[in-house]
């Protein structure tokens, strides 16, 4: 199976702050990996697939990239409606698996 | 409007059974692949079980492979999963998702329904 491990586990940031979260994979996935935004209480929301795609609908302060098996989401300025827990997720190759998840939370 | 709705959730005592549904409304439920992901109280997203959109092919997670099926009725825009020998590390909430692609399918998830609870107690 491919495991995904993300860090930080939780990040504490100001207002503004620039955040960067990273999923690193276990082997190669290609660009199959989604990144996911759950608010307490609610369904994941589809942020980012394919690496670096954006989802319809998604701020434009939320951006992904790649370098060979490490996945980062970025949030440039962060905002008080950022406030949740983020998941990476990869689709390369059945079982499907998800990060650990990083919790992001205002300084 | 586009959307997901589980059903079917509830107590079950270790070793019972359940069947979760979910209807799907606002797109072409017969085009995309559908999963089901849980996540037990507290924890992270741990992905069940997905049914192709097209080629009729399930996929399961380890856990769950023997005791859990996903089946599909596309003329009624339904999802199920049968529960089976359940066990206290099955309870959370279950949540429907459907598939970014039509077709074959990403494997990504782009519309999630609000979920049920499933608790496994005695």
Redesign the interface.
Known sequence: ?IQLTQSPSSVSASLGDRVTITCRASQGISTWL?W?Q?KPGK????LI??ASTL?GGVPSRFSGSKSGTDFTLTISSLQPEDVA?Y?C?Q?NR????????TKVEIK | EVQLLESGGGLVQPGGSLRLSCEGSGFTFSNYAMGWVRQAPGKGLEWVSVFSGSGGRTYYADSVQGRFIISRDDSKNMLYLQLSSLKAEDTGVYYCAKDLDRGLGSYFFDLWGRGTLVTVSS
Not at chain 1, 43 to 46: C, F, K, T, Y
Not at chain 1, 94 to 101: A, C, H, I, S, Y
């Open positions: 199976d989604a996911y759950q369904a994941p929301r589809l697939y394919t989802q827990t998941y997720q689709a059945f079982p499907l698996t998800f990060g650990g998840g």
